[in-house]
């Protein structure tokens, strides 16, 4: 039986991987490097975005340069008062009030508040502004604790000019009670007085009184359905 013999190598070289050029030996142990380590610098810059998102800065910055342009004013806000995007436009030279824990959104459009001289407005506690709300000034407007104001709302207590001849400028507080809720882009017109707990559809033109626990939609608001709470209900 004939038996085939494999001559050995020569040489070690002959059983060798195949030699490499110089230049891209470097470019093989990047390429069989662990996967991990290559994004480390991503992973770092996620974290990074993570905690700036935690720590708002910019909304901090907001929030303190509000606080000492109302200071100039003679306000000083109440304990956790915060702003976010943007910084509130405040003019006129009558009172605020501003409770604890209120926070004015202005991440789109600013809060614009008009309050002349001799009037008053008072934000109480927990009570939110969203982005691009107007309060509008001239008598008195109260927003209660806890209430939600949506975006783009107009409380006015004023109609600025008679409409007929003869006729005088209207001027009227107007008042919203505890965990009044507001939707986006809701006007309240001078003198009105909203109970404790309602709601109030978007696009709503309050033109009366609504009293407490209901619900009002249309131009002008009318009633709607009652709201289904107890007494000491807060809207997250």
């Known amino acids: ?6 001559p050995a190598p020569s040489d070690a ?13 470097a470019d093989m142990a990047a390429a069989s490097a662990p996967v991990a380590s290559r994004p480390a610098h991503a992973a770092d810059g996620g974290r990074v975005a993570r905690w700036l998102g935690m720590l708002q800065p910019r909304n901090r910055l907001a929030t303190l340069t509000t ?19 943007q910084r509130p436009r405040i003019v006129g030279a009558g009172r605020l009030r501003i409770g604890t824990r209120v926070n004015l959104r ?7 508040i008009e309050v002349a001289r001799g009037a008053e407005v008072i934000l109480a506690d ?7 709300v107007q309060v509008i000034c001239h008598s008195a407007i109260e927003i209660g604790p806890h209430c939600r104001i949506g975006p783009d709302c107009v409380l006015c207590d004023t109609n600025h000019h008679p409409v007929h001849e003869g006729d005088a400028v209207r001027v009227a507080p107007i008042r919203l009670g505890r965990n009044v809720w507001l939707g986006r882009g809701v006007i309240v017109l001078p003198g009105m007085t909203i109970g404790d707990h309602a709601v109030v559809a978007a696009g709503s033109v309050v033109a009366a009184d609504i ?6 939609r249309g131009n002008p608001a009318c009633f709607a359905k009652a709201v289904r709470c107890s007494p000491d209900f807060v809207r997250p």
Do not use: I, K, Q
């Open 1 to 6: 039986m004939a038996t085939t013999v494999v």
């Open 13 to 25: 070289a002959d059983c060798a991987v195949p030699l490499v050029a110089p230049d891209s030996r």
């Open 67 to 85: 606080r000492l342009a109302l200071r100039r004013r003679g306000v000083v806000p109440g304990a956790r008062f915060f702003v976010h995007g």
């Open 106 to 112: 202005g991440d789109v459009a600013p809060v614009r």
């Open 126 to 132: 927990r009570a939110f502004l969203n982005t691009g």
């Open 211 to 216: 009293p407490a626990g209901e619900v009002w």
